[in-house]
């Protein structure tokens, strides 16, 4: 029997790990299904990590062991967590077989995933040297390099990361594609791609067919209503993260269709009161910092549980997508007598106008201007006073 079980060692596990522990909680675990704590960020060779948790700037197999190191608490890797049932019941998967535990509280923090090619419906032929940016990564930092001159698919900020792990690993990409007008990620970075890297952006750009008999030989891409045929000998899909919520599917615990995790009220907690989740598997993915902060912040909410001074899962406000909104998180949320809630979310298209969350009489609850791209998270500051007598809530875009 645990207070509480983490199921994911990465930054948002490893945070809640750490303030529970300082919080005086004893029995806690966290629960990773690979062999090293730390999540993606032990990946990633370059610096960017840590300035919002440790106000250090470190790479990202630093900051994996400082989340490691912090956190306090046991770390059993190589353990997979096959379901979760009412009660505060867990089944695990370890090196001695099947196992049932039970804790007082357990954290979904099992992160996101990137869309491989099978997804993307590339067609081609299947040659060696097509691989996804966390691989990509993995293989670097073991010393290998899987090809010289790959073209990256994608512009997103996992996208960059995968050209500074290129050079990195000594490796030359040809070419960064994406298919729309603009990249993903924020500006200059397509600028610093090619003036630092000396890899073009090209926008515009679909992958048609992936060519090769035994490797990568190279790609048929479209570009602006032409296609040619670009050399490499690799190719990298970044991006396109979905949140990894297997185990809440399979746990029957309901997912939210705009951000397609775990639907979480403004306590973090899931459609079972004793199930919380946070980080990446709540949405699609935010910097590794959000994570952290997120992971922290569910944790005092656990704490609060513990001590069964959270409101009920009933009493909570449920929240609409209108007009422009493609997604919200958290879905529900509890008034209170005092402090502010934050509402997440993210748009359709590009958006200028007022983002008005409003009760059931059209009234507005919050509400500020945004000029935001859909890619860009919103966070719309809500007083949990207002929301008292409020049976419900549509959060949507006025022109």
Same mark, same amino acid.
């Given at each position: 029997?645990?207070?509480?079980?983490?199921?994911?060692?990465?930054?948002?596990? *490893?945070?809640?790990?750490?303030?529970?522990?300082?919080?005086?909680?004893?029995?806690?675990?966290?629960?990773?299904?690979?062999?090293?704590? %730390?999540?993606?960020?032990?990946?990633? %060779? $370059?610096?960017?990590?840590?300035?919002?948790?440790?106000?250090?700037?470190?790479?990202?197999?630093?900051?994996?062991?400082?989340?490691?190191?912090?956190?306090?608490?046991?770390?059993?890797?190589?353990?997979?967590?096959?379901?979760?049932?009412?009660?505060? =019941? =867990?089944?695990?998967?370890?090196?001695?077989?099947? +196992?049932?535990?039970?804790?007082?509280?357990?954290?979904?923090?099992?992160?996101?995933?990137?869309?491989?090619?099978?997804?993307?419906? /590339?067609?081609?032929?299947?040659?060696? !040297?097509?691989?996804?940016?966390?691989? @990509?990564?993995?293989?670097?930092?073991?010393?290998?390099?899987?090809?010289?001159?790959?073209?990256?698919?994608?512009?997103?900020? /996992?996208?960059?990361?995968?050209?500074?792990?290129?050079?990195?690993?000594? /490796?030359?990409?040809?070419?960064?594609?994406?298919? &729309?007008?603009?990249?993903?990620?924020?500006?200059?970075?397509?600028? *610093?791609?090619?003036? =630092?890297?000396?890899?073009?952006?090209?926008? &515009?750009?679909?992958?048609?067919?992936?060519?090769?008999?035994?490797?990568?030989?190279?790609?048929?891409?479209?570009?602006?209503?032409?296609?040619?045929?670009?050399?490499?000998?690799?190719?990298? @899909?970044?991006?396109? @993260? /979905?949140?990894?919520?297997?185990?809440?599917?399979?746990?029957?615990?309901?997912?939210?269709?705009?951000?397609?995790?775990?639907?979480?009220?403004?306590? @973090?907690?899931?459609?079972?009161?004793?199930?919380?989740?946070?980080? &990446?598997?709540?949405?699609?993915?935010? $910097?590794?910092?959000?994570?952290?902060?997120? !992971?922290?912040?569910?944790?005092?909410?656990?704490?609060?549980?513990?001590? %069964?001074? *959270?409101?009920?899962?009933?009493?909570?406000?449920?929240?609409?997508? !209108?007009?422009?909104?493609?997604?919200?998180?958290?879905?529900?949320?509890?008034?209170?007598?005092?402090?502010?809630? =934050?509402?997440?979310?993210?748009? +359709?298209?590009?958006?200028? !106008?007022?983002?008005?969350?409003?009760?059931?009489?059209?009234?507005?609850?919050?509400?500020?201007?945004?000029?935001?791209?859909?890619?860009?998270?919103?966070?719309?500051?809500?007083?949990?006073?207002? *929301?008292?007598?409020?049976?419900?809530?549509?959060?949507?875009?006025?022109?």
């Amino acid at each position: 029997m645990y207070d509480v079980l983490i199921v994911g060692a990465g930054p948002a596990g *490893l945070s809640a790990a750490r303030v529970l522990k300082r919080a005086g909680v004893e029995k806690i675990a966290v629960l990773e299904r690979t062999r090293e704590p %730390g999540g993606l960020p032990r990946y990633c %060779g $370059h610096l960017g990590f840590g300035m919002l948790d440790f106000g250090r700037m470190w790479k990202g197999p630093r900051y994996a062991r400082a989340l490691t190191e912090a956190a306090g608490v046991p770390i059993l890797t190589d353990t997979t967590v096959t379901g979760i049932e009412p009660g505060g =019941v =867990v089944h695990v998967s370890t090196e001695r077989g099947l +196992e049932t535990w039970r804790a007082r509280a357990i954290l979904l923090a099992t992160g996101t995933r990137e869309t491989p090619r099978g997804p993307r419906l /590339v067609s081609g032929t299947r040659p060696w !040297g097509v691989t996804t940016t966390g691989a @990509f990564q993995e293989m670097v930092m073991k010393g290998l390099r899987p090809f010289q001159h790959p073209v990256i698919i994608g512009s997103e900020l /996992v996208s960059f990361s995968a050209l500074m792990t290129a050079r990195h690993g000594q /490796v030359k990409p040809v070419a960064m594609i994406e298919e &729309n007008a603009r990249i993903t990620g924020r500006r200059p970075a397509d600028v *610093l791609a090619a003036m =630092v890297y000396g890899t073009p952006v090209l926008l &515009n750009t679909r992958l048609v067919s992936i060519l090769g008999g035994e490797r990568v030989e190279g790609v048929d891409i479209e570009q602006d209503g032409e296609r040619r045929t670009l050399a490499c000998d690799g190719v990298v @899909f970044t991006g396109k @993260f /979905v949140p990894d919520a297997i185990l809440a599917r399979t746990s029957g615990l309901p997912l939210d269709s705009g951000t397609r995790g775990p639907a979480i009220d403004s306590t @973090f907690r899931t459609q079972d009161p004793q199930v919380f989740a946070a980080g &990446n598997v709540l949405r699609a993915v935010e $910097h590794s910092g959000q994570a952290s902060l997120e !992971g922290r912040a569910a944790a005092r909410m656990i704490l609060r549980a513990l001590e %069964g001074r *959270l409101p009920d899962l009933g009493s909570a406000v449920p929240v609409t997508c !209108g007009e422009g909104v493609a997604s919200v998180w958290p879905q529900r949320l509890h008034a209170a007598s005092r402090g502010r809630i =934050v509402l997440h979310a993210r748009m +359709e298209t590009p958006q200028r !106008g007022v983002l008005r969350l409003s009760d059931q009489e059209g009234r507005a609850v919050a509400q500020r201007h945004i000029h935001v791209l859909p890619e860009r998270r919103v966070e719309l500051r809500v007083s949990a006073v207002a *929301l008292a007598g409020v049976s419900q809530l549509r959060l949507e875009v006025e022109k």
